[in-house]
C-alpha cells in the first residue's frame, strides 16, 4: 500500500511525500487532509509506545519517490521511512520560473522533516538528493542523526559537463510511442550506454506520463537543467567537512562517482564509511537492490538504532 502525505515546502510550494507500506494503525487510507495528521507518526506498533526513528529518502535529479519503494517498504519493519517528490519532479509542484537553487532544495527537505515529525533523521541521498542531503546535514545537524551518500560527487563538474546534459535532452525521441519504447531507448540505445542496462530503461519508465501524442516526462527538461545548473560550476567539499553524523558514502563500481574521489570524501568527513556496491553504475538501489540493502542495512541500524 502507498499513502501521500502532503508538506508544504519553501515559498509554500506544495511537496508530495510517499509512505510505502502499510499506514499505521488509526490512520484512514486516502484521508483526503492527510497532511494536517502526519507530523508525528502513530506509535501503536512501535516497541513499548515509541516513535520509530524517521529515514527521509531524496531521489536525484529527474527521479521520483516511487525510485524508492522497494527501500521504504524494507526500511518500514524499523522505521517511519518516506520519501520525497522535490520540486519538479513526481506529483510535487513545479513552479514555471522555480526557484530550482540548491537553498530551495535544502528549505524543502528541511520543512519536510519538520513537519513530518522525522527528527532526528537519518537522510539517505542518491545523486542531487544526495548533495540536499549532506547540504542540509551541515546546515542543521540538529535535525540529522546519520547521513547515506549515494553516488554523488563533491567535486565540480563544469560547464562541459551541463552543455553535454542539454543536448543529452535535445536527443531524447520525445514523444515515446510506447513505454518498451522508453525501456528500450533508455535501457539499451541511447548513445550514453556503454552496454546494455534494463535497470536504467525500468527507471525511466516510471518518470514518464502518457499524454495525447505518446509518452512525455513527467518533469520538464528546462527545469532540471535549470536545477543542475546551481551545483555544477561548484565543489561541494567545504560543506561536506561540516557535517557532523555518521555519513556513509557508497558508490557503485561503474558509477559516476570515482573511487579515488569517494575515498576523500570519507576522509574530509569527519564520521565518514566508505562503501561500494559490485556491478552497479549510476542508479545502484535499482541496479542492484539486495546488494545495496546489504551494505545500507547494518549501517542504519548501528547509527539509528530502532529500539526493536
Given at each position: 500500500m502507498v499513502r501521500r502525505i502532503n508538506v508544504t515546502g519553501a515559498d509554500g510550494i506544495r511537496l508530495a511525500?510517499?509512505?510505502?507500506?502499510?499506514?499505521?494503525?488509526?490512520?484512514?487510507?486516502?484521508?483526503?487532509?492527510?497532511?494536517?495528521?502526519?507530523?508525528?507518526?502513530?506509535?501503536?506498533?512501535?516497541?513499548?509506545?515509541?516513535?520509530?526513528?524517521?529515514?527521509?529518502?531524496?531521489?536525484?535529479?529527474?527521479?521520483?519517490?516511487?525510485?524508492?519503494?522497494?527501500?521504504?517498504?524494507?526500511?518500514?519493519?524499523?522505521?517511519?521511512?518516506?520519501?520525497?517528490?522535490q520540486r519538479g519532479h513526481g506529483r510535487s509542484d513545479k513552479p514555471a520560473e522555480g526557484p530550482y537553487d540548491r537553498e530551495a532544495y535544502v528549505a524543502d527537505a528541511e520543512a519536510a522533516i519538520e513537519q513530518l515529525g522525522l527528527a532526528p533523521v537519518a537522510l539517505v541521498g542518491h545523486s542531487m538528493g544526495a548533495l540536499t542531503a549532506w547540504q542540509l546535514a551541515a546546515k542543521r545537524p540538529d535535525l540529522v542523526q546519520a547521513l547515506v551518500i549515494c553516488d554523488m560527487r563533491a567535486s565540480a563538474l563544469g560547464e562541459q559537463s551541463q552543455s553535454e546534459w542539454e543536448s543529452w535532452f535535445k536527443s531524447w525521441p520525445v514523444p515515446f510511442a510506447t513505454l518498451g519504447d522508453v525501456r528500450r531507448w533508455f535501457g539499451e540505445d541511447d548513445p550514453l550506454l556503454e552496454r546494455t542496462n534494463p535497470s536504467r530503461g525500468e527507471f525511466f519508465v516510471e518518470v514518464m506520463a502518457e499524454r495525447a501524442d505518446g509518452w512525455r516526462p513527467v518533469f520538464s527538461p528546462r527545469q532540471m537543467l535549470r536545477?543542475?545548473?546551481?551545483?555544477?560550476?561548484?565543489?561541494?567539499?567545504?560543506?561536506?567537512?561540516?557535517?557532523?553524523?555518521?555519513?556513509?558514502?557508497?558508490?557503485?563500481?561503474?558509477?559516476?562517482?570515482?573511487?579515488?574521489e569517494a575515498q576523500e570524501m570519507v576522509r574530509v568527513l569527519p564520521r565518514g564509511i566508505y562503501a561500494e556496491v559490485p556491478d552497479a553504475g549510476h542508479l545502484v538501489h535499482y541496479d542492484q537492490p539486495d546488494d545495496w540493502r546489504r551494505v545500507i542495512e547494518p549501517f542504519l541500524q548501528a547509527a539509528l538504532p530502532s529500539g526493536g
Open positions: 511525500a510517499w509512505e510505502f507500506a502499510d499506514p499505521p494503525k488509526g490512520t484512514q487510507e486516502g484521508a483526503p487532509d492527510a497532511a494536517d495528521t502526519a507530523g508525528a507518526a502513530d506509535t501503536a506498533d512501535s516497541p513499548a509506545g515509541r516513535t520509530p526513528p524517521g529515514v527521509l529518502l531524496l531521489h536525484g535529479l529527474m527521479g521520483r519517490a516511487s525510485h524508492w519503494a522497494q527501500a521504504a517498504r524494507w526500511l518500514s519493519a524499523r522505521y517511519r521511512a518516506i520519501a520525497l517528490d536545477a543542475r545548473e546551481t551545483w555544477v560550476h561548484d565543489a561541494h567539499w567545504d560543506e561536506l567537512a561540516q557535517v557532523r553524523c555518521p555519513t556513509l558514502v557508497v558508490r557503485g563500481i561503474d558509477g559516476e562517482l570515482g573511487r579515488a
